[in-house]
C-alpha cells in the first residue's frame, strides 16, 4: 500500500512540475496584437500562417490577428496603442506622424515593394484617364489608403480635387455603389476591387482599373508599423515577426490552399477560386518585384523613399516633412538570407 501511495505522490509531483513548466513556457510568450490593413483575404494569409502552422510560436509570439478597416485605421489603431502592430500604406503612416508629433510611428519593414493603390471605373462611365475625374463621384472608405493618398495621385496629374465628391462608405458597399452607379469611380486596392467586382459577376474587361504607379506616382506600398517604444523595448520580437512575415509569404506562394485554408478559419465564407486568383494578382501587383526576388523583402532604395515622401508630402500640404530616417529604419531587420523570398 505505501508502495503504490508512493507511486500515486510521484506521478502527481511528476505532474506538477510538467505543469509549471509548461505555464513558465507560456509565460516567457510575448502577447502581439496585430492589426491588418482590411478584412481577410487570401493575401492576408502570409500573417494568419504563421498562427496556424506554429511559426509565431517558434519565436515565442503569441500573436492574435485582426482583420481591419483601411490603413488610415490601422495606423490610428496602432497609434493609441490598441494593437502593438499593425499593416498599413507608408505614407499614410507618414501623413499621420507630420499631423501627430507626439504619437509618431516607425515603419520596421516594407512588405509591398510595389504600391497597388488604384481608382476603378466602369467603362460605361467613360472615365479614362485620370483628368476625366475632374468632376465626379468617388466612394471608398474613408481609411482606404488609396483615398488616403489620393491627393498625391491628384497633384501629380493636376486634378481638380474641389470638383470631385468622396462618398464615405463601408467596405462592403464600395464596389456596390460602383455597379449600382452610385458612384462614378472608387477608390481602392487592385486585388481587393477586381476580385470583389468578379465576384459580383463584373467582367474585368468592363472595368477601367488606373493604378497610381502607372500615372507617376512611384510608390512603395505597405509596411509593418509600430510606435518607437514599442519597437525599441522588444527588438526581438520586431524582429522574428518580421522573419515570420517572410515565412508566410514563402508559404502563400508555395501552397495556395494551405493559404486559404488559413483565411477560411478566419471567414468560412470566402471563395476558393476568388482567393487563389487575389493571391497571384497580390504577387504579381505588390509583393515580387524583380527587387524581392532578387534581394528579399524589405530591400529599401532609400532615394526612391525620399523622392516619394517628399511628392507625399507636398500633396498632403503637411507642415512638416518627414525624413527617410523618422519614417523607416532598417534596424530590426533579421540577416538578409532570412529575407530571401522564392519565386512564384
Known amino acids: 500500500m505505501k508502495l503504490i501511495n508512493r507511486i500515486r505522490l510521484t506521478g502527481a509531483a511528476s505532474a506538477a512540475v510538467l505543469a509549471l513548466l509548461s505555464s513558465s ?40 490577428v485582426d482583420r481591419g478597416a483601411g490603413s488610415g485605421d490601422a495606423v490610428t489603431k496602432v497609434a493609441s496603442g490598441t494593437y502593438d502592430i499593425g499593416l498599413a500604406d507608408v505614407y499614410t503612416m507618414m501623413n499621420h506622424n507630420a499631423n501627430n508629433p507626439d504619437r509618431k510611428l516607425i515603419a520596421v519593414a516594407l512588405v509591398h515593394d510595389k504600391s497597388a493603390l488604384s481608382i476603378a471605373s466602369l467603362k460605361t462611365a467613360k472615365i479614362a484617364s485620370p483628368a476625366d475625374l475632374n468632376g465626379k463621384k468617388l466612394a471608398a472608405p474613408l481609411g482606404d489608403a488609396s483615398r488616403q493618398v489620393f491627393p498625391l495621385f491628384a497633384s501629380t496629374n493636376k486634378l481638380n480635387q474641389g470638383s470631385m465628391e468622396w462618398i464615405t ?12 452607379g452610385q458612384a462614378d469611380a472608387i477608390s481602392g486596392h487592385v486585388t481587393t ?7 459580383m459577376g463584373v467582367a474585368a474587361d468592363s472595368v477601367n482599373l488606373m493604378l497610381y504607379a502607372d500615372h507617376g506616382v512611384e510608390l512603395y506600398g505597405h509596411a509593418l508599423i509600430t510606435t ?15 522573419r515570420a512575415t517572410v515565412h508566410g509569404l514563402n508559404v502563400m506562394i508555395r501552397d495556395r490552399d494551405a493559404a486559404i485554408a488559413s483565411i477560411k478559419k478566419r471567414d468560412p465564407l470566402v471563395n476558393n477560386e476568388i482567393e487563389k486568383a487575389r493571391i497571384q494578382m497580390s504577387l504579381d501587383a505588390m509583393f515580387l518585384s524583380p527587387n524581392v526576388l532578387k534581394n528579399g523583402m524589405s530591400n529599401v532604395d532609400m532615394g526612391r523613399l525620399a523622392r516619394t515622401l517628399d511628392q507625399a508630402a507636398d500633396a498632403f500640404q503637411v507642415k512638416t516633412k518627414q525624413s527617410v ?18 519565386g512564384k
Open 193 to 199: 476591387i477586381m476580385m470583389n467586382l468578379r465576384n
Open 228 to 242: 518607437p517604444a514599442f519597437a525599441q523595448a522588444n527588438p526581438q520580437v520586431i524582429t522574428d515577426f518580421i
Open 169 to 180: 462608405v463601408t467596405p462592403q458597399l464600395r464596389e456596390t455603389m460602383l455597379v449600382r
Open 25 to 64: 513556457a507560456l509565460a516567457q510568450q510575448k502577447n502581439v496584437r496585430f492589426v491588418l490593413d482590411w478584412v481577410f483575404q487570401g493575401q492576408q494569409s502570409v500573417f494568419t500562417l504563421p498562427a496556424d502552422d506554429g511559426t509565431y510560436a517558434k519565436y515565442n509570439l503569441n500573436v492574435t
Open 325 to 342: 530616417s523618422e519614417t523607416y529604419t532598417e534596424r530590426y531587420l533579421p540577416p538578409r538570407d532570412d529575407l530571401r523570398v522564392i
